[in-house]
């Protein structure tokens, strides 16, 4: 391009030398404090490549004097997080599990420790929301508990799991396989489903029902009680309510007396702090089913200590 | 790769350093103007937070006080909450549309004497003058070589400036907090450390660009003046030196000696000598002038000395200068403002106003938000009933503890109970109580008969139960198992 500087009239500056449809560009100087500020920055820069980590090296970045770096900063702030949260975790650890609804602010804090240990450990069996499997794992956001839902036993529960073969704490029973192991012949079996069905009024009395009354007296009524209102000692589930675990329906029914799930679940008391069970047991409380602590001394459920329930037990094994 | 042009243009400098400008003092109705607005809008910046305002026991007595930290923000009688963020925006929106209907009708009125820049520049170049005495004894005393007299006597402006800084980022933090307990935690070094912090950076900040910055912000750095100029229209005023009457310009004594070969102007160098952004109005129009009017004032009493009329420099419109250039008589003052566009503006911005009053008269002060849990959507309880999870968020607004209750209707055989409440004593209400100014998050359980839609809509309310019988309310889903389950 032909260099066209020329002084402009008007402010008495150059123009750069170029010019578009008749624009042209003054060559106005620019403020020196400008200049400066751009020094500034080239120092803050100097100052920060030798304070922070920043040239790539093989392995990793240069270091910086001041030894920063992100992970260092995650730490403390954990760190930080925790101090935070002790006198917290110290004061439920020192409640008594029964008396944490009392106390309404370490209640609010224990739900929200145990839903987020809930949603670490449990969700992938009672799904995010407690709500459980359909067929598969339990609801525990009903009113309807196998072992018992006020706070003392689910945490017992939680702390010591159902159906470990290795713990002498956990909650043990075991429904026989009627159909697989040949103690009652399909017939019976079906007869035996219509009785259940009239316990939770999902069918009519009939002459089967009858049938299946005298099969379930000899058979089921040890655990699930003469009128199906469930064991929970052993675990044994209402029979005359709407909620059905491995469904309702007659070929479930037949299908669970045949041959029972005999549904298992970890231990946690070996795995998570007490603490942490303590909360977890006041997030599935609060899910919308806890029961309130049985008034009488508790036969069936045992009243286990903060720290370790071992040696307490007097749970119902078969 | 010298150019030929080279020879014949002086090679221009990449950098210009500033030329310093040192306005002389002067008298006149624009200048007293400028003093009452720095008057008052200093007084309204250092004084508004100590002004007190009974709120009763659950609220600040602080009558202007943004607390962050709680997410209030107080105006008076006026409590916002966060959510109610738009009443902000609208304020924001009616200083914005006040600008256009300012810089429309008065030009850059803004500029010139409200702007915190130009205040504090001012307050500062006060100060020079207190110091160093009156802009020829300034530059002398800046061309001066650095004694200990000139030492000395800048250590006192810096240290003048620093205060005056320090004042100013003081005063600011003061809106955050309640002003006499954060005063007291300020000089005692309990206040928070982004107290100290704030003062730090507005103190370094007014120090930079009231002390030494000045006019340089308002040619390189504010893009306001740029925007302005989008604004202004044949009929907004701008101080114009008016060249048809003033040029060419002579001194008395030559127009004594030739009369009528000079126009009005004397040459006298007023205009240039009061300018606090060291300009000279007399080239026209230009970004570095914020229409102060101190030139106005300083012509017309130069005007005044040689027994000529006023106004050689004057806020005119384009307008204007055409008609006079013409011969013809300028439109009166209240013409020039009562234009469509500034009725258009001023009708704008007051409706933005008159809506945010009217809104503000009727918001309720108890507000209800209802989420429906979904994982799981609906419970199945053992007696057959289905029960949904609803989170409830009920904002208490008032300054005072209240007692509400929480109902429900278009749900046949509901019953309503809370974490803390059972079912077996549960209704079709619930009473909460709600602590003043503050959010009482509530889950609440709302089992209802297994028969019904699959999904169906119905009310959650909540209504006062001390006094005040308003309330808010929520339509909401109630889910059901499928038919075929």
Known sequence: MVDQKRIDEATGTSTVGHEWDGIEELNTPLPRWWLWTFYLTIVWAIGYVILYPAWPMIHSATKGVLGWSSRGQLEQELDAQTARRAPTLNAIAATPIADLPTKPQLMQAAVQGGGAAFRVHCVQCHGSGGAGVKKLYPNLTDDDWLWGGDLATVQYTIANGIRNPDHAETRMSQMPAFGHDGILNPAQIADAVSFVRTLSKQEKPSASSARGGAIFAANCAVCHGPNGDGGRTVGAPKLNDAIWLYGGDRDSIAATITQPRNGVMPRWGNRLDPVTIKMLAAYVYSLGGGEKAPVLAATSAPAPTEAQPEGQGSNGKP | ?485
């Open chain 2, 1 to 485: 790769m010298a150019s030929p042009d080279d020879l014949t243009l002086a090679s221009p400098s990449l950098y210009a350093a500033r030329k310093g400008v040192y306005p002389k003092r002067i008298d006149g109705p624009f200048r007293r103007f400028k003093w009452l607005v720095m008057l008052v809008t200093l007084a309204i910046y250092y004084g508004t937070p100590w002004i007190r305002w009974d709120r009763g026991p659950y609220a600040p007595d602080q009558a202007v006080l943004v607390d962050l930290a709680h997410r209030r923000f107080y105006m008076f009688q006026i409590e916002i909450w966060p959510h109610e963020f738009y009443y902000v925006a609208g304020l924001l929106i009616m200083a914005g549309i006040g600008l256009f209907l300012v810089t429309s009708a008065v030009g850059r009125a803004w500029c010139g004497y409200a702007c915190p820049q130009t205040v504090w520049t001012d307050l500062f170049q006060h100060v020079d003058r207190l110091i160093d005495g009156e802009r020829n004894a300034q530059i002398r005393l800046a061309n001066a070589p650095w004694t200990l007299g000139k030492v000395a006597r800048r250590a006192l402006k810096v240290a003048i400036y620093l205060t005056i800084a320090f004042w100013t980022g003081g005063a600011w933090i003061m809106y955050f907090a309640d002003a006499p307990t954060l005063t007291h935690d300020f000089w005692t070094g309990q206040a928070a450390p982004v107290a100290y912090g704030t003062v730090a950076v507005l103190t370094a900040t007014t120090f930079v660009l009231g002390g030494f910055m000045r006019e340089q912000v308002c040619i390189y750095m504010c893009p306001w003046p740029r925007i302005q100029t989008a604004m202004m229209d044949e009929k907004s005023l701008m101080v114009t030196y008016k060249d048809w009457r003033g040029e060419p310009r002579g001194s008395t004594k030559k127009a004594l000696a030739q009369p009528g070969a000079f126009g009005d102007c004397v040459d006298c160098n007023q205009c240039v000598a009061v300018c606090p952004t060291g300009i000279d109005i007399r080239e026209g129009p230009q970004i570095g002038c914020i229409t102060c009017a101190l030139c106005i004032d300083a012509c017309d009493h130069v005007m005044q000395q040689v027994g000529r009329p006023r106004g050689l420099i004057d806020y005119c419109t384009l307008e204007d200068v055409a008609a006079e250039k013409a011969g013809e008589a300028p439109r009166p003052v209240w013409k020039t403002l009562l234009h469509p566009r500034t009725l258009i503006y001023f009708g704008v911005w007051s409706a933005i106003g008159a809506a945010m009053l009217f809104s503000l008269g009727q918001r309720t002060r108890l507000d209800l938000a209802v989420q429906h849990e979904r994982s799981p959507l609906y419970v199945q309880l053992s007696d057959g009933t289905i029960r949904n999870n609803y989170t409830l968020k009920v904002r208490n607004m008032e300054t005072r503890p209240r007692r509400v209750a929480i109902g429900v209707s278009g749900l046949a055989g509901a019953e309503l109970w809370t974490e803390t409440g059972r079912r077996e004593t549960a209704t079709r209400r619930v009473e909460l109580a709600l602590a003043p100014d503050s959010v009482t998050r509530v889950r609440l359980f709302v089992a209802a008969p297994t028969t019904g839609p699959e999904r169906q809509d119905f009310t959650i309310a909540a209504r006062g139960l001390d006094g005040d019988p308003r309330g808010d309310s929520d339509i909401i889903q109630f889910d059901r198992p499928e038919e075929d389950e």
